[in-house]
C-alpha cells in the first residue's frame, strides 16, 4: 500500500493525482483545471450572456426579472449579494432563524443565471475519488470529514426536494466513475483501496476491476473500471426557484439586475454597513457574499485566493439507438488519462437530452486562450468552443453504443453549448465564516466547480455560524473556514501551485 506525502501541502489548482512512476494521472475534480494568474477577477458580465438550456426553459418565469419593491430599500438587517442556491438557501435559513428581520437580495442579473443556473445539473458527491488529494493536502481526518460531508449534503438535497415535492427533474440512481485507461485505473484503485483501509466508507460503492464486465456494466466501450454510488441530477434554476419563491412569500426582498458596487463602513452607529449598488445605496448590519466567482471583485482581499474561470457544457440529443427502451439510465464521471474527466448527465427520467460537463481535454486550449484574454474570465457569453465540442464528439463516436454510424435528423445530436463561471478556489476547499477584520461581513463561496455537493450543508452552517453558533455546530470540515492566515497562507503562496499531486511511494 503506498503512503500519501506529507500534510499541509498547497495544492488547490491540483487536478489530479499520481504515482511516481505512472505517466497517467486520476482526476479528482469534477470542474476546475490549474490557472497561471490567480489574480484576474471581475464582476458579473453585463448583456450577452449564453442561455443555459436550464435558462431556456424558463424565459417566461416572472422570477427573471423579479423586484419584490420598485425601489431599493433605504435599509435592511442583512443584505445577501447573489441570487444562487448559495444567497438563495442563505436567505432561508436566515428566515427559520430570525423570521423578523429584513433581507435584501441583490442579484447583478436575471435570478439565479451565474454558475448555478448554467452548471451540468448533477449532484454528485464524490466518495473517494478527492480523497488521494485531500489526504495530501489537509491530512486524513479532514479527506474523511469532506467525503462524509458531501454525502450529507446531497442527502440534504434529496430530502429537500422530495419532501417539498418540488419540481426540478430529480433523478436519483447510480453514478459511473469509468476509468478509460489501465494506468487511470490503476491510480484510482490505490485511491479507493487506501481510503477504504483508513477506514473511509465504501459499503456502498460498486466495484468492477474487470474491464470486460466494466464495458458490460457501464456501457462504455473502453471502460477499464467500474464504481457505482447513488448520485442525483436536477434542473438547479427550478430548484433554486422554488426555495426563493418561498423566501419571497416570508419576506425577502429580491432585486434582480442591480450590482453591488461595493461594501463601506457608514460611520454611523445605527448601521454598520452600506451595501453600494447602481441603483443606490442600502445601509445595514449584515452582508453575505454569496458571490461565488466574483467574490474578488467586490472583496479584494480574496484576489488571487477566490478566481473565475470559464467551463463549457454540451446539450447534445443522443442517436435513436440510445432512446427508448434504450436510453441511458445512469449518470458518468468518465476519467481520461490526462486528468481530464467527461462529466455526463443524461435526464435520465426526463427528457433523455446529454449536457456534457467536466474538465474534457479540450478545456486546456480555452484555459490557454483566456490565460492571453484575462477579461474573458467572467464570460458566460461562450458558445462553439470547438476544442471542448470535438473531444465529446470523439468520446461519443469511439465508446456509446449506436453513435459512430447513426444518422441524425434535424433535432437530433449536437445542439449548442454555453459557458458558465467556475469560482476556483485556491486550495480546492470553499470559504465559509466571517470575513477577517469585517465583523457583520459574512461569506460563503469558492465552490471549486463542485457546489452542488457542498452548499445545501454549507449555507445553512453559515447561518449557524452568523448566529453565534460554533463551528463544531456545522458539521463542515474545518478545512473549510476562512479565517487570517488561510487567506495570508494562500496569498503568499507559491505563484505557481503544482498542478498534480504526486502521492509518494
Ligand atoms: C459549466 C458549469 C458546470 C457545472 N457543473 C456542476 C455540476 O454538475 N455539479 C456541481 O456540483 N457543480 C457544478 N458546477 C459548479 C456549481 O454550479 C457552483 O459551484 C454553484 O452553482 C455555486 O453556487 P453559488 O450560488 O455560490 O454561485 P452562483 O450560482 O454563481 O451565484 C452567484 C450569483 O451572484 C451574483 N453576483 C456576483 N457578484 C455580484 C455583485 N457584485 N452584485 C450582485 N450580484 C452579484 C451572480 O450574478 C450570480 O448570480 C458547474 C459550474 C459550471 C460553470
Given at each position: 500500500m503506498?503512503?500519501?506525502g506529507?500534510?499541509?501541502?498547497?495544492?488547490g489548482?491540483?487536478?489530479?493525482?499520481?504515482?511516481?512512476?505512472?505517466?497517467?494521472?486520476?482526476?479528482?475534480?469534477?470542474?476546475?483545471?490549474?490557472?497561471?494568474?490567480w489574480e484576474?477577477?471581475?464582476?458579473p458580465?453585463?448583456?450577452?450572456?449564453?442561455?443555459s438550456?436550464?435558462?431556456?426553459?424558463?424565459?417566461?418565469?416572472?422570477?427573471?426579472d423579479?423586484?419584490?419593491?420598485?425601489n431599493?430599500?433605504?435599509?435592511?438587517?442583512?443584505?445577501?449579494?447573489?441570487s444562487?442556491?448559495?444567497?438563495t438557501?442563505?436567505?432561508?435559513?436566515?428566515?427559520?432563524?430570525?423570521?423578523?428581520k429584513s433581507i435584501?437580495?441583490?442579484e447583478?442579473?436575471?435570478?439565479?443565471?451565474?454558475?448555478?443556473?448554467?452548471?451540468?445539473?448533477?449532484?454528485k458527491?464524490?466518495?473517494?475519488?478527492?480523497?488521494?488529494?485531500?489526504?495530501?493536502a489537509?491530512?486524513?481526518e479532514?479527506?474523511?470529514?469532506?467525503?462524509?460531508?458531501?454525502a450529507?449534503t446531497?442527502?440534504?438535497?434529496?430530502?429537500?426536494i422530495?419532501?417539498n415535492?418540488?419540481?426540478?427533474?430529480?433523478?436519483?440512481?447510480?453514478?459511473?466513475?469509468?476509468p478509460?485507461?489501465d494506468?487511470?485505473?490503476?491510480?484510482?484503485?490505490?485511491?479507493?483501496?487506501?481510503?477504504e483501509n483508513?477506514?473511509?466508507?465504501?459499503?456502498?460503492?460498486?466495484?468492477?476491476?474487470?474491464?470486460a464486465?466494466?464495458?458490460?456494466v457501464?456501457?462504455i466501450?473502453?471502460?477499464?473500471?467500474?464504481?457505482?454510488?447513488?448520485a442525483?441530477?436536477?434542473?438547479?434554476?427550478?430548484?433554486?426557484?422554488?426555495?426563493?419563491?418561498?423566501?419571497?412569500?416570508?419576506?425577502?426582498?429580491?432585486?434582480?439586475?442591480t450590482?453591488?458596487?461595493a461594501?463601506?463602513?457608514?460611520?454611523?452607529?445605527?448601521?454598520?454597513?452600506?451595501?453600494?449598488?447602481?441603483?443606490?445605496?442600502?445601509?445595514?448590519?449584515?452582508?453575505?457574499h454569496?458571490?461565488?466567482?466574483?467574490?474578488a471583485?467586490?472583496?479584494?482581499?480574496?484576489?488571487?485566493v477566490?478566481t473565475?474561470?470559464?467551463?463549457m457544457?454540451n446539450k447534445?440529443?443522443?442517436?435513436?439507438?440510445?432512446c427508448g427502451?434504450?436510453?441511458?439510465q445512469?449518470?458518468y464521471?468518465?476519467l481520461?488519462?490526462?486528468?481530464?474527466?467527461?462529466?455526463?448527465?443524461?435526464r435520465?427520467?426526463?427528457?433523455?437530452i446529454?449536457?456534457f460537463?467536466?474538465?474534457n481535454p479540450g478545456?486546456?486550449?480555452?484555459?490557454?486562450?483566456?490565460?492571453?484574454?484575462?477579461e474573458?474570465?467572467?464570460?458566460?457569453g461562450?458558445?462553439?468552443?470547438?476544442?471542448?465540442?470535438e473531444c465529446?464528439?470523439?468520446?461519443?463516436?469511439?465508446?456509446?453504443e449506436?453513435?459512430?454510424?447513426a444518422?441524425?435528423?434535424?433535432?437530433?445530436?449536437?445542439?449548442?453549448?454555453w459557458?458558465?463561471?467556475?469560482?476556483?478556489?485556491?486550495?480546492?476547499v470553499?470559504?465559509?465564516?466571517e470575513?477577517?477584520?469585517k465583523?457583520?461581513?459574512?461569506?460563503c463561496?469558492g465552490?471549486h466547480?463542485?457546489?452542488?455537493a457542498?452548499?445545501?450543508?454549507?449555507?445553512?452552517?453559515?447561518v449557524?455560524?452568523?448566529?453565534?453558533?460554533?463551528?463544531?455546530s456545522?458539521?463542515?470540515p474545518?478545512?473549510?473556514q476562512?479565517n487570517?492566515?488561510?487567506l495570508?497562507?494562500?496569498?503568499?503562496?507559491?505563484?505557481?501551485?503544482?498542478?498534480?499531486?504526486?502521492?509518494?511511494?
Amino acid at each position: 500500500m503506498k503512503e500519501p506525502g506529507s500534510v499541509g501541502t498547497i495544492i488547490g489548482s491540483v487536478t489530479g493525482v499520481t504515482f511516481p512512476d505512472s505517466s497517467a494521472v486520476l482526476n479528482v475534480e469534477e470542474h476546475a483545471s490549474s490557472l497561471s494568474n490567480w489574480e484576474r477577477t471581475g464582476f458579473p458580465k453585463q448583456g450577452g450572456q449564453s442561455l443555459s438550456y436550464w435558462l431556456q426553459q424558463v424565459r417566461c418565469d416572472p422570477l427573471l426579472d423579479h423586484r419584490t419593491t420598485q425601489n431599493l430599500p433605504a435599509q435592511a438587517d442583512t443584505v445577501i449579494i447573489g441570487s444562487g442556491i448559495t444567497g438563495t438557501l442563505v436567505a432561508k435559513h436566515h428566515l427559520q432563524t430570525w423570521p423578523d428581520k429584513s433581507i435584501v437580495v441583490l442579484e447583478a442579473r436575471e435570478f439565479c443565471s451565474g454558475a448555478t443556473g448554467r452548471n451540468a445539473g448533477h449532484c454528485k458527491p464524490d466518495q473517494w475519488r478527492h480523497f488521494g488529494k485531500f489526504e495530501k493536502a489537509y491530512g486524513q481526518e479532514q479527506a474523511i470529514k469532506i467525503m462524509k460531508n458531501e454525502a450529507s449534503t446531497w442527502r440534504a438535497l434529496v430530502a429537500y426536494i422530495k419532501g417539498n415535492n418540488v419540481d426540478c427533474d430529480l433523478w436519483v440512481g447510480e453514478t459511473l466513475d469509468v476509468p478509460l485507461d489501465d494506468e487511470v485505473a490503476k491510480i484510482a484503485k490505490e485511491v479507493f483501496e487506501r481510503y477504504e483501509n483508513l477506514g473511509g466508507k465504501v459499503d456502498h460503492i460498486k466495484v468492477i476491476h474487470d474491464p470486460a464486465e466494466a464495458a458490460k456494466v457501464s456501457r462504455i466501450k473502453n471502460a477499464k473500471a467500474c464504481y457505482a454510488w447513488q448520485a442525483s441530477t436536477l434542473q438547479p434554476w427550478k430548484l433554486t426557484a422554488h426555495i426563493m419563491r418561498d423566501d419571497i412569500e416570508k419576506g425577502v426582498n429580491l432585486q434582480t439586475y442591480t450590482i453591488a458596487q461595493a461594501v463601506n463602513e457608514t460611520g454611523s452607529s445605527t448601521r454598520k454597513w452600506v451595501v453600494q449598488t447602481d441603483r443606490g445605496a442600502i445601509a445595514c448590519d449584515t452582508v453575505v457574499h454569496a458571490t461565488n466567482a466574483y467574490s474578488a471583485a467586490l472583496e479584494p482581499s480574496l484576489k488571487g485566493v477566490i478566481t473565475p474561470k470559464p467551463h463549457m457544457c454540451n446539450k447534445v440529443l443522443p442517436p435513436r439507438a440510445l432512446c427508448g427502451s434504450k436510453a441511458i439510465q445512469n449518470s458518468y464521471g468518465v476519467l481520461l488519462p490526462d486528468g481530464a474527466l467527461f462529466s455526463i448527465n443524461p435526464r435520465c427520467t426526463t427528457d433523455g437530452i446529454m449536457m456534457f460537463g467536466g474538465s474534457n481535454p479540450g478545456q486546456k486550449q480555452l484555459d490557454a486562450w483566456v490565460e492571453r484574454h484575462p477579461e474573458h474570465c467572467i464570460d458566460d457569453g461562450l458558445s462553439r468552443v470547438e476544442n471542448v465540442t470535438e473531444c465529446v464528439r470523439e468520446f461519443v463516436s469511439d465508446n456509446l453504443e449506436g453513435w459512430k454510424d447513426a444518422e441524425f435528423g434535424p433535432g437530433e445530436g449536437f445542439d449548442y453549448s454555453w459557458s458558465g463561471i467556475i469560482g476556483l478556489s485556491a486550495d480546492g476547499v470553499p470559504f465559509v465564516g466571517e470575513l477577517p477584520g469585517k465583523p457583520g461581513q459574512w461569506i460563503c463561496a469558492g465552490h471549486h466547480g463542485h457546489g452542488m455537493a457542498r452548499i445545501f450543508t454549507a449555507a445553512p452552517g453559515l447561518v449557524k455560524l452568523m448566529n453565534g453558533e460554533s463551528w463544531g455546530s456545522t458539521g463542515l470540515p474545518e478545512v473549510y473556514q476562512i479565517n487570517s492566515e488561510r487567506l495570508r497562507r494562500l496569498r503568499t503562496a507559491s505563484e505557481q501551485p503544482p498542478k498534480v499531486a504526486t502521492l509518494n511511494p
